[in-house]
């Protein structure tokens, strides 16, 4: 009896402690945060975005935050930077408008035009990929799910009677969100991104320097990426361009 | 070398060229030699090709519909194969159509014994060049690059220099025509990039360098005539062969801008201008407005010229419409015109002079300064209509005009007149943790409400509640059909179970349970569902035929029960 007595304490203080270190983190994070935003308001641009890339990299996944790094280093001049940041924001927070303006206007000022391969039949079949972000749609599957299934059990409740066309729209609703957040998971997991962080960067043939030069990429340019080599990577630029850059030039989003 | 000639003008556009498919070849190669007629039938005279023996000759027309026109082409394709070495002349052959001559232009084929060493850069090549290599800062000028191939290729990338002491616009649209070169035909695909030096000295504008893949035929040459449908690509018969290919550095020479030797204040506009005014009444009265236009029209900087000084007499106030821009990159860079309008509403009577309006610019090919001038304006302006002087207050809309239904107002499109970011987002919440949900938890989410259901089928399953009363009262019907068949069933039970098995079938169709029904409720559940007529009238007879003989005690012989137990199988099978 005493011995349980001794494990439920040992317990309890193990829990406190983890709680108290979870809550200081938290806290210390939280100052961070705040002196970033200080440092920033009084001008100190790049104190300010690299605290502000310290919070993140304690695990803080949040679109504000990344707006905010963003922001520094626009601020700072660092144009690749702001990007990567921003582009990480959008991930989170698609329609922000604020988010949106910013985004915008620092692509207006990069040197490198990319073209938006995306067919625009598809942006119409697909609009709810546009319109909605990817939270909500997955939201949206389950929602319509659960009224599904919902609906199902009522009607094993009540007789068994058959599905109805309410029940099969339901259905159909639920299946389409499914499939878009499963291709959604699926892109983020498979079709990566990054973005150049230097001023300028051959892409070459191949994985040495003295590979034929193909094109020049320039800060903040958003590229796909297919491989990664012998600390190089190749990328893929408005589908059509393809070669090696070396891994330190570029950062994934 | 031009390979072809047009005669001019003829009612029917007659036109005759000539075009080989090579220039440079060995003493054993064909040469083809192509001859297109444009709107005529006419026969070649090749009697003047003496350097070649023609091995064969054939023809070919086809027919053309463009823009309501019709035009028939006629071809003439000759195989050639040289009789000598050196510099060979297929000389300009001769046609005769409708009484009228036409020739096309010699070609020359270097025949020699080794094959020809630059054979790819004759194959496909590049060129890049300037429209001016002399410009003044400020002043645009064009920058072609000219692809040329004479092959097959595929997957062309072209990396343009980074243009560094230039203001880079690029056209468009490329353009994509066909060339006769040295009597070669080749397909040209160009890039025009309009530039615009941003300070004076000598610079060098870096290769443009293209990366495209030539398309190789495999295995030796055959004059099949099917080799060149099976020799292709889609066959697997070619390879790719990966080219890399750079123009030549171009030097330009930058001319700084002279000094201003005007008093007008230099506008900024490098090119060729003109300039044009007109007003849109000379007569108007007090509160009233009139439309001053301004047009600048020509090639440069355009867009970026700024509003000219207009000096506008006491009496007149002078309002703003944005400027209207009709400016288009094209061949010669920026080009168009820039239109300002200014609303001049009248606040007093009397007679007003608008004095000339000067734009200062440089231009280009003069390589001076020059003075555009606009006519002085005369406006009589009457007194008003209304008693007493009116408070203007003029409202003007986007075309400069004024509504008069309506007090004057000016309205302007509202534009960025700063560019910045947004600022921070300060609130607490931004340290907060919002991962997203993750696929496990999306997968997890998904799958517990069907596992909810499934769990709760199989505990109405259990409990036996999981059937429906449909299915329930069919295997009621079933059971109670089983027992009647029965032999040595006493009469009475027999009779009550194929009453129950009747009940029970036309129960499960309404999916309810229960005991007996009516004729008339017979009839409702099954017209519900769906049933013919006929099955239905069966179906009331056999009950009314059951609960007469139950009812009324008549003895029930052996085939009487056989056919009563027959007609219930068959009518609960249709009811089924």
Not at chain 1, 209 to 214: A, N, Q, R
Request: hydrophobic fraction near 40%; charge should be neutral.
């Amino acid at each position: 009896m005493m011995i349980g007595m001794r494990r439920l304490t040992v317990l309890g203080m193990m829990s406190l402690m983890i709680f108290v270190h979870a809550g200081a983190q938290a806290s210390e994070a939280a100052r961070e945060y705040l002196e970033g935003i200080q440092l920033y308001n009084q001008g100190h641009y790049e104190k300010a975005a690299t605290l502000f890339e310290t919070v993140a990299e304690k695990g803080v996944i949040n679109g504000k935050l990344y707006y905010n790094a963003g922001n520094a280093w626009f601020k700072e001049g660092n144009i690749g930077r702001a990007m990567l940041w921003y582009e990480r924001a959008l991930n989170i927070m698609p329609h922000d408008p604020d988010l949106r303006y910013n985004h915008d206007y620092v692509t207006g000022l990069l040197k490198d035009k990319s073209e938006d391969k995306t067919s625009p039949v598809f942006k119409v079949l697909f609009f709810w990929k546009e319109m909605l972000n990817k939270n909500i749609i997955r939201w949206l599957a389950l929602g319509f799910f659960l009224i599904f299934w919902v609906r199902v059990v009522i009607g094993m409740l009540n007789s068994g009677r058959s599905m109805k066309l309410i029940d099969w729209l339901f259905l159909s609703l639920a299946l389409v969100f499914t499939f878009t957040s499963f291709n959604d998971f699926y892109n983020a997991r498979f079709n990566e991104h990054a973005i150049v962080l230097v001023e300028s960067v051959s892409v070459r043939s191949g994985l040495t320097e003295e590979s034929t030069e193909l094109f020049v990429l320039h800060s903040g340019t958003r590229v796909g990426v297919d491989d990664e080599l012998r600390g190089y990577v190749k990328i893929r630029f408005s589908d059509d361009k393809i070669g090696w850059i070396k891994r330190e030039d570029i950062e994934i989003i | 070398m031009l390979g072809f000639l047009l005669i001019p003008a003829s009612a029917f556009a007659v036109s005759v060229k000539a075009r080989v498919d090579k220039t440079q070849m060995t003493p054993d190669d064909i040469l083809t030699l192509t001859v297109s007629i444009s709107d005529a039938d006419a026969e070649v005279d090749t009697s003047g090709i003496k350097d070649f023996r023609i091995l064969s000759h054939s023809t070919g027309s086809s027919f053309q519909w463009i823009n309501g026109k019709s035009s028939h082409e006629y071809t003439h394709n000759y195989s050639l194969s040289p009789l000598k070495k050196g510099h060979l002349i297929i000389p300009a052959l001769t046609l005769d159509d409708k009484g009228s001559s036409y020739h096309t232009e010699p070609i020359t084929i270097l025949v020699q014994d080794s094959p020809v060493s630059d054979k790819d850069s004759r194959d496909i090549f590049v060129q890049a060049r300037v429209n001016d290599d002399l410009p003044y800062v400020g002043q645009q000028i064009v920058y072609v690059f000219s692809l040329y191939y004479g092959i097959q290729i595929t997957n062309p990338s072209l990396q343009v220099p980074d243009f560094k002491d230039f203001m880079v616009k690029e056209t468009d649209k490329d353009t994509n025509v066909t060339k006769l070169i040295g009597g070669r035909e080749y397909n040209v695909i160009e890039r025009r990039i309009v530039l615009v030096p941003l300070k004076d000295g000598t610079v060098e504008i870096p290769p443009s360098v293209l990366t495209c893949d030539k398309v190789v035929k495999q295995g030796t040459q055959r004059r099949d005539p099917m080799d060149s449908f099976f020799g292709n690509s889609f066959f697997g018969r070619s390879r790719l062969e990966r080219k890399v290919l750079r123009t030549n550095p171009i030097p330009i020479r930058i001319n700084p801008l002279p000094a201003n030797p005007h008093d007008v204040e230099f506008s900024g506009l490098v090119g060729q201008m003109t300039l044009s005014a007109a007003m849109e009444n000379h007569d108007i009265k007090v509160g009233d407005s009139t439309t001053l236009t301004l047009t600048l029209d020509g090639i440069g900087n355009i867009m970026d010229v700024e509003e000219p000084k207009i000096n506008v007499p006491d009496g007149l106030k002078m309002y703003r419409d944005n400027p209207q821009e009709d400016v288009t990159i094209g061949r010669k860079g920026y080009a168009g015109k820039k239109i300002f309008r200014l609303a001049l509403v009248a606040i007093k009577d009397g007679t007003f002079t608008i004095p000339p309006i000067t734009v200062n610019y440089f231009d280009v090919e003069k390589g001076q300064y020059q003075i555009l001038v606009t006519p002085a304006f005369e406006l009589d302006v009457a007194p008003s209509d209304q008693s007493g002087e009116r408070q203007v207050a003029p409202l003007i809309n986007e075309e400069g005009t004024q509504d008069k239904d309506r007090p004057l107002r000016i309205k302007k499109k509202v534009e960025y007149t700063g560019h910045d970011i947004l600022p921070l987002k300060e609130s607490l919440d931004g340290v907060e943790n919002r991962p997203g949900m993750s696929l496990a938890m999306f997968i997890l989410l998904l799958i517990l409400p069907a596992l909810g259901a499934g769990g709760l089928k199989a505990i109405l399953l259990y409990t036996g509640r999981g059937k429906s009363q449909a299915s329930l009262m069919v295997r009621r019907a079933e059971k109670a059909l089983k027992s009647a068949g029965k032999s040595g069933t006493p009469e009475d039970e027999f009779l009550s179970a194929l009453y129950r098995a009747f009940i029970s079938m036309v129960l499960s169709r309404g999916g309810m349970v229960g005991e007996t029904l009516t004729t008339a409720e017979v009839r409702n559940i099954l017209t519900k569902a769906n049933l013919k007529q006929e099955d239905i009238h069966e179906a009331e007879d056999l009950l009314n035929r059951i609960e007469s003989i139950r009812f009324s005690g008549g003895a029930l012989n052996d085939a009487t029960r056989k056919e009563l137990m027959d007609k219930t199988r068959q009518t609960i099978r249709r009811i089924r």
